[in-house]
């Protein structure tokens, strides 16, 4: 079996007979040793020592905040309160599944956006756990990765975004390349049958470009699938999403926005407002999601569908919440308890 996104930490887990991932000394300490983790240059002494200690010791013993309120710089201090209530969370839910639930239907807010993503890369590694398809596990990146936007040959592309800002800095550093010109997208190779098998060895680069395409595409049916996964791993409802062109339902009965500016977009349609013609270039796909058993939905939706909007930001960044998808199905309080 191919393995990819190694660097979620998803080897170092146990699992559960739900197959749920189970916290080990093992990540904990790997997750500890990430570099946006790791004290800075020039760290206090106190914070050196606590870091060492948790990471090569005891990477579950308790930390006050009496031990945090010692340290010298303010930052560290407020970035130690966040790690370390982080940490505690992991240890005091059954599973990581559990702990995204808990983040994503109510205390998400006071948790680091960088914190939700690398929560969401494993529990995602796990829904797609034996997956094949490239297209499917390229556009899973969405969930914890910001995608930054491309129009090339008419074509929509999809680029990591840290990996773009690299290759842009390149850019200013190398004459040659500034002669090239073109977009740093072109620089990087478009996810394609030819390269498809390649991905799995470089799953953990981030470097190949999705093509998102129309709504038979490989690459937004791809996230269509990823979406049934994490809905079907995370709650236990078995759900079928179709990418599509457009809404035609002039009477929503439910919609959910894949990201923040998705949510804005879609509000002021339920409003009834016009969308003037900028703002509407800024949605790049739409699904529309059924429930398997109507049983497990809101009466008031029933057999109704459910939209699904995602949409860039004006700066061309799209920032999926793949919490939304969880947080803002109309679910019934059985399935919910589920």
Not at 21 to 28: G, K, N, P, S
Not at 194 to 219: C, I, K, Q
Not at 229 to 237: D, P, Q, T
Not at 263 to 277: C, M, S
Request: net charge negative; proline share 6%; aromatic share 6%.
């Amino acid at each position: 079996m191919k393995d990819f996104w190694v660097s979620s930490g998803h080897h170092l887990l146990d699992r559960d007979e739900a197959d749920r991932l189970i916290v080990t000394d093992a990540f904990l300490k790997a997750y500890l040793a990430r570099p946006e983790l790791l004290p800075p240059e020039g760290a206090c002494e106190v914070e050196l020592r606590l870091h060492h200690e948790l990471l090569m010791h005891h990477p579950r013993r308790p930390v006050t905040q009496d031990e945090i309120a010692v340290m010298g710089d303010p930052d560290a201090r407020e970035n130690w309160a966040f790690m370390i209530s982080f940490r505690d969370r992991l240890l005091a839910t059954p599973s990581l599944e559990a702990a995204y639930l808990q983040l994503a239907l109510g205390s998400a807010a006071d948790t680091p956006p960088l914190f939700m993503n690398q929560l969401a890369q494993v529990v995602l590694r796990n829904a797609l756990d034996g997956e094949t398809e490239p297209a499917v596990l390229r556009a899973a990146e969405l969930f914890y990765r910001p995608q930054r936007v491309s129009f090339h040959e008419g074509a929509l592309l999809l680029a990591d975004a840290e990996t773009i800002e690299v290759h842009e800095q390149n850019r200013h550093t190398s004459p040659l390349l500034s002669m090239l010109g073109g977009p740093a997208v072109t620089e990087l190779e478009i996810l394609d049958e030819t390269n498809a098998d390649s991905y799995f060895d470089r799953s953990d680069a981030f470097d190949m470009v999705l093509r998102l395409g129309g709504a038979h595409s490989p690459g937004r049916r791809g996230l269509a699938d990823a979406m049934e996964a994490w809905i079907r791993h995370l709650v236990a409802v078995t759900v079928t999403i179709e990418p599509v062109e457009r809404i035609e339902d002039d009477n929503w009965a439910w919609f959910v926005g894949l990201d923040a500016e998705a949510t804005r977009i879609g509000n002021a349609l339920w409003r009834g407002e016009d969308l003037d013609p900028e703002t509407a270039e800024r949605i790049v796909a739409l699904f529309r999601l059924r429930f398997s058993d109507i049983g497990e939905v809101r009466p008031q939706v029933g057999a109704q569908p459910i939209w699904l909007i995602m949409a860039m930001t004006p700066d061309r960044m799209i920032r999926m919440k793949p919490q939304n998808l969880i947080a803002g199905l109309p679910l019934c309080a059985t399935a919910q308890a589920t």
